[in-house]
Protein backbone atom coordinates (compact mmCIF):
# COMPACT_ATOMS: atom_id res chain seq x y z
CA UNK A 1 0.00 0.00 0.00
CA UNK A 2 2.89 2.42 0.20
CA UNK A 3 3.85 4.10 -3.20
CA UNK A 4 7.35 5.41 -1.92
CA UNK A 5 10.02 4.17 0.19
CA UNK A 6 12.89 5.97 1.63
CA UNK A 7 16.58 4.39 2.71
CA UNK A 8 19.81 5.00 3.13
CA UNK A 9 19.41 7.40 6.67
CA UNK A 10 22.06 7.20 8.72
CA UNK A 11 24.58 8.67 11.46
CA UNK A 12 27.66 10.57 9.92
CA UNK A 13 30.76 13.13 10.67
CA UNK A 14 30.34 16.52 9.15
CA UNK A 15 31.94 16.36 5.84
CA UNK A 16 30.96 12.89 4.79
CA UNK A 17 28.49 11.15 2.47
CA UNK A 18 25.32 10.03 2.39
CA UNK A 19 23.22 8.88 -0.56
CA UNK A 20 18.94 8.53 0.00
CA UNK A 21 16.90 6.28 -2.06
CA UNK A 22 13.41 6.11 -2.52
CA UNK A 23 11.50 3.50 -4.31
CA UNK A 24 8.83 3.88 -5.89
CA UNK A 25 6.20 0.64 -6.58
CA UNK A 26 3.40 1.87 -8.60
CA UNK A 27 3.77 5.01 -10.18
CA UNK A 28 6.94 5.84 -13.17
CA UNK A 29 9.75 7.97 -11.34
CA UNK A 30 10.81 9.08 -15.09
CA UNK A 31 6.81 10.17 -15.69
CA UNK A 32 6.60 12.71 -13.04
CA UNK A 33 8.54 15.58 -10.81
CA UNK A 34 10.00 14.40 -7.70
CA UNK A 35 11.47 15.91 -4.79
CA UNK A 36 13.38 15.41 -1.45
CA UNK A 37 11.65 17.89 1.57
CA UNK A 38 13.51 17.98 4.78
CA UNK A 39 12.22 18.90 8.06
CA UNK A 40 13.08 19.18 12.06
CA UNK A 41 10.73 18.93 14.56
CA UNK A 42 9.12 22.44 15.32
CA UNK A 43 9.68 23.61 11.93
CA UNK A 44 8.15 23.82 8.43
CA UNK A 45 8.83 21.20 5.62
CA UNK A 46 11.27 22.34 3.68
CA UNK A 47 12.26 21.49 -0.03
CA UNK A 48 15.84 20.65 -1.05
CA UNK A 49 15.98 19.45 -4.66
CA UNK A 50 13.90 18.35 -6.87
CA UNK A 51 13.47 16.61 -10.24
CA UNK A 52 11.23 17.01 -13.39
CA UNK A 53 10.45 14.38 -16.06
CA UNK A 54 12.47 16.23 -18.68
CA UNK A 55 15.29 15.74 -16.31
CA UNK A 56 15.55 19.32 -14.84
CA UNK A 57 16.86 19.77 -11.46
CA UNK A 58 16.36 22.23 -8.61
CA UNK A 59 18.05 22.99 -5.54
CA UNK A 60 17.61 25.14 -1.92
CA UNK A 61 20.52 27.50 -1.83
CA UNK A 62 21.34 25.90 1.26
CA UNK A 63 22.64 22.35 -0.82
CA UNK A 64 23.53 23.41 -3.77
CA UNK A 65 27.18 22.39 -4.91
CA UNK A 66 27.06 19.86 -2.54
CA UNK A 67 23.81 17.52 -2.84
CA UNK A 68 22.51 16.01 -5.95
CA UNK A 69 19.26 14.70 -6.75
CA UNK A 70 18.92 11.68 -9.73
CA UNK A 71 17.04 9.06 -10.62
CA UNK A 72 17.45 5.40 -12.11
CA UNK A 73 14.49 4.41 -14.38
CA UNK A 74 15.30 0.69 -14.80
CA UNK A 75 14.74 0.53 -10.71
CA UNK A 76 12.37 2.75 -10.72
CA UNK A 77 14.21 4.65 -7.85
CA UNK A 78 15.23 8.68 -7.05
CA UNK A 79 18.20 9.41 -5.13
CA UNK A 80 19.70 11.92 -3.30
CA UNK A 81 23.09 12.19 -3.50
CA UNK A 82 24.77 14.44 -0.08
CA UNK A 83 28.17 15.37 0.16
CA UNK A 84 30.38 17.55 2.62
CA UNK A 85 27.42 17.10 5.26
CA UNK A 86 26.83 19.87 7.67
CA UNK A 87 25.43 19.27 11.01
CA UNK A 88 22.48 21.86 10.11
CA UNK A 89 21.79 19.26 7.46
CA UNK A 90 20.01 17.29 10.07
CA UNK A 91 16.86 16.14 9.57
CA UNK A 92 14.30 13.87 8.56
CA UNK A 93 14.25 13.36 4.82
CA UNK A 94 10.85 12.94 2.41
CA UNK A 95 10.76 11.86 -1.05
CA UNK A 96 7.35 12.98 -2.79
CA UNK A 97 5.82 12.38 -5.68
CA UNK A 98 3.51 15.44 -7.51
CA UNK A 99 0.67 14.06 -9.64
CA UNK A 100 -0.07 17.57 -10.63
CA UNK A 101 3.40 19.13 -11.02
CA UNK A 102 3.85 22.70 -12.67
CA UNK A 103 7.64 22.87 -12.33
CA UNK A 104 10.00 21.67 -9.97
CA UNK A 105 11.36 25.22 -8.70
CA UNK A 106 7.81 25.62 -7.57
CA UNK A 107 7.82 22.36 -6.28
CA UNK A 108 10.65 22.80 -4.33
CA UNK A 109 9.42 26.30 -2.88
CA UNK A 110 5.93 25.97 -2.34
CA UNK A 111 5.63 22.48 -2.14
CA UNK A 112 3.70 19.60 -4.23
CA UNK A 113 -0.03 20.21 -5.76
CA UNK A 114 -1.23 16.94 -5.69
CA UNK A 115 1.49 14.60 -3.52
CA UNK A 116 2.15 11.19 -2.99
CA UNK A 117 4.57 11.07 0.50
CA UNK A 118 6.86 8.81 1.57
CA UNK A 119 7.30 8.11 5.24
CA UNK A 120 10.58 9.36 6.24
CA UNK A 121 14.47 8.60 6.85
CA UNK A 122 16.29 10.45 9.45
CA UNK A 123 19.92 11.46 8.62
CA UNK A 124 21.79 12.60 11.83
CA UNK A 125 25.61 14.48 11.45
CA UNK A 126 27.57 14.51 13.76
CA UNK A 127 30.01 17.56 14.33
Known amino acids: QVQLVESGGGSVQAGGSLTLSCAASRYPVNSFCLAWFRQVLGKEREGVAGLASDGSTNYTDSVKGRFTISRDNAKNTLYLQMNSLKPEDTAMYYC?????????????????????WGQGTQVTVSS
Open 96 to 116: VLDLKCVGVRRLVLFGPNLPV
